[in-house]
């Protein structure tokens, strides 16, 4: 039995493989990729791989601009049998250095533009191979595999082989690589297809069309989106980067979204955003960063869609989801239940148990859940309980009927004379008042107090909050321990390309702030 991931997404590939799996929505001219074209040049793809003759699990790292092609070369590293390593576009040559000595891989894929450094850092890893990959389908890569054959055989794979190394995006500490089976996204993808209802659109008779909109650089646009669309046969409207009003103009051709807040709420910046635009869409699902409460509320206010907020994690993909039907059950400021053969608990400082709607840290167990960081052994023991619950390392609670709602990072926790505040209750207070459209909390040095909080909030267009006002208004709501001791005010939150806020940057900004 071949457990290759690539051998079940290629036996999910519709009967009529002359159909459009993949439309790109923002090249000059459309670009249509049939299933058989995905099919044909993963092969080529993963001859170009063979001809290469790696040692097994060889890594192949890949720091290029979104495109089909791309993708095709992710399906073709699990085709070949390989893992598959994917690099953020933002990383400059520290970063990329860093990985490459890391994870050693065997073949690196770049942008022709940066061929110059990265190619140094890779020969210097002892990397032999190192091709391009340019955003208009130019480069090395794809001119050596035209001359390989379009017919290959599935590699075969036990399903606790390694499929992907995820690089977490670490704000404290050196970036882990979060080791990822087949078995691990395979049995998220398959759970995912089934609590989406991917299967209902198709069995309606009507296929689903998914706008993917994310990077393919993290797991949320590689893994959740690509494999919900590639394991059910649906067609993708691609593009290479989100643009609210582009988005917008395609969405009545789509069924299905996925997005990151930041996405939905630029989404409800554009007019054109009605629910006439959404009158095909079936699903809006979120996740890899907290999602706004009132974001969810203008969003079904605006559109009749009740946003499907989700959580999970590179070293776990998914781990809960908000139901898909009702979608009355989906509730907002939370992030659902765990999902289907994902077992969730809270736990306190010492490892104890916690009753319903206490927070503490949150572990987690289930087929989904990784294997180790990359040649770190004690790291993964270290995140690991002693009967082998995995600490996610965010800090959570779980109400009695089930809903998890997450409250921060562990580490970004904040202790102030003794006491624990977690961020996210503050931020949900500041951003209820008046002229605030969001804040982030964080905790800075101080001589006294161990920690300080501290508060940068934007204010919504037009108003201009005052930042004592803020702290007054606060005092009356809050213990006196929680109220932030300065409020910044600014224009936006420094955010990653996930739209998760860039809270290190906060703090290393304020860090001085009570300096002695
Ligand atoms: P990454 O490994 O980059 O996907 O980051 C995973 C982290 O993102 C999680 O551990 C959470 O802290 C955060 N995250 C993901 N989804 C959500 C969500 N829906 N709400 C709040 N935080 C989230």
Redesign the pocket.
């Known amino acids: 039995m071949n457990n290759n991931l690539f051998a079940a997404l290629r036996a999910a590939f519709p009967a009529e493989l002359h159909s459009v799996a993949i439309e790109t929505a923002d090249t000059p001219e459309p670009l249509y990729y049939t299933w058989r074209d995905i099919e044909r040049g993963t092969a080529m793809l993963a001859n170009l791989i063979d001809s290469l003759n790696l040692p097994p699990d060889s890594r192949i790292a890949v720091q290029a601009e979104k495109s089909v092609e791309a993708l095709m070369l992710y399906l073709a590293v699990l085709r070949a049998g390989h893992v598959f390593l994917p690099l953020n576009t933002a990383y400059q040559a520290a970063e990329i250095g860093y990985f490459i000595s890391n994870a050693e891989p065997a073949v690196v894929v770049c942008a022709g533009k940066n061929f110059g450094w990265v190619s140094k850092a890779a020969f210097l890893s002892g990397t032999a191979h190192v091709f391009t990959l340019n955003e208009d389908r130019s480069g090395t890569l794809l001119d050596r595999a035209a001359f390989h054959s379009d017919q290959h055989q599935v590699a075969v794979r036990r399903g606790d082989d390694l499929a992907a190394i ?1 690089y ?2 670490g704000t404290t500490g050196r970036s882990k690589g ?1 080791m990822l089976t087949h078995a691990n996204l395979l049995s998220n993808a398959q759970v995912l297809k089934d609590f989406w209802g991917w299967t209902d659109a198709a069995a309606k008779g009507r296929q689903d069309v998914l706008v993917h909109a994310l990077p393919i650089f ?3 646009g590689l893994f959740v989106a690509s494999h919900c669309a590639l394991l059910s046969g649906a067609r993708m409207l691609w593009f290479s980067r989100f643009d609210a009003r582009a988005t917008v103009a395609r969405l009545p051709e789509a069924t299905v979204f996925m997005g990151v807040p930041t996405l939905y709420v630029r989404l409800l910046a554009e007019p054109g955003f009605t629910r006439e635009a959404c009158r095909n869409m079936r699903l809006f699902v ?6 706004l409460i009132e974001t969810f509320n203008e969003f079904r206010e605006r559109s009749g869609h009740t946003i499907l ?7 776990t993909v998914m781990l809960t989801s908000n139901p898909y039907r009702p979608e009355s059950a989906r509730r907002g400021g939370t ?1 659902g239940l765990p999902l289907p053969g994902v077992q969730l608990r809270v736990r306190d400082d010492k490892g104890g148990p916690l009753g319903d709607s206490e927070v503490g840290g949150i572990e987690v167990k289930g087929p989904n859940v990784f294997k180790g960081y990359w040649r770190m052994p004690e790291k993964t023991a270290d995140e690991f309980t002693t009967d082998l619950w995995f600490k ?3 800090v959570g609670r779980v109400d009695a009927s089930g809903y998890v709602t ?1 409250v ?2 562990s580490k970004d926790l904040i202790i102030t004379g003794g006491y624990n505040v977690y961020p996210a209750e503050i931020e949900g207070f500041v951003n209820e008042l008046p002229g605030v459209a969001e804040s982030a909390v964080v905790g800075v040095p101080h001589p006294d107090f161990g920690e300080a909080v501290v508060a940068v909030v934007v204010a919504r267009p037009g108003a201009t909050p005052d930042a004592m006002a803020i702290v007054a208004q606060l005092k009356s709501q809050i213990a006196a321990f929680k109220v932030p001791k300065r409020v910044f005010m600014v224009t936006e939150l420094p955010r990653n390309a ?1 739209g ?1 806020v860039q809270k290190n940057l906060l703090r290393d900004e304020h860090k001085a702030l009570f300096a002695a």
């Open positions: 995820l977490t995006s979060a993290h797991v949320h979120s996740g890899s960063a907290p999602l907020e989700r959580y999970g994690m590179s070293e992030v996610t390392g965010d997450i921060g990072r996930m998760k």
